[in-house]
């Protein structure tokens, strides 16, 4: 591999569809993208720690750089992240200036994602809601699609479609 990857970095809140629509994409694309998400790197924190940014503060950046080392050795990848408004998209456009990526807003109306909730049973009710305000602040989005209003592949589709003719 010789020439740096793609990233596509999907932002939204918990239940809002972010990692159907990133294993979707990873089966419908051409080109093979890596899943790299925020939940994965949790998953990486000992049982008897609570998973937080109270205990871990940069797992989010860890993200970023390990996002980065994986486009500029030659892999595609897709992000499944929640941002923290602003501050978090500005260390995402730090640490990967310079590289090939896209912003994507993965929006839901409240009520779906409350309903969404209820229907996964593994998630904390109300975690949505403590996300929907804050999540989108200052953040400037190449992409917008809404899993609601939207099937898992139109979403795919305006996705794949932006990629290709930017």
């Not at 809140?13 to 994409?25: E, H, M, R, V």
């Amino acid at each position: 591999m010789n020439s740096k990857g793609n990233i596509i970095i999907l932002n939204g809140t918990s239940s809002s569809g972010k990692t159907c629509l990133a294993q979707a994409f990873q089966l419908q694309s051409l080109d093979v993208y890596l899943l790299c998400s925020l939940d994965m790197f949790w998953d990486m924190t000992p049982n008897n720690v609570p998973a937080g940014s109270h205990n871990f503060p940069n797992m989010k950046l860890a993200l970023f750089k390990s996002v980065k080392a994986l486009a500029e050795t030659g892999h595609n990848v897709i992000v499944d992240i929640i941002f923290c408004g602003n501050k978090t998209y500005q260390e995402l456009n730090k640490e990967l200036r310079g590289l090939n990526y896209k912003i994507i807003k993965v929006e839901c109306p409240i009520e779906e994602l409350n309903k969404r909730e209820i229907a996964r049973g593994n998630r904390e009710l109300g975690l949505a809601k403590s996300q929907f305000k804050s999540i989108h602040q200052g953040t400037v989005y190449d992409i917008v699609v809404n899993t609601h209003e939207n099937t898992t592949d139109e979403c795919l589709n305006k996705i794949i479609y932006k990629i290709k003719t930017s």
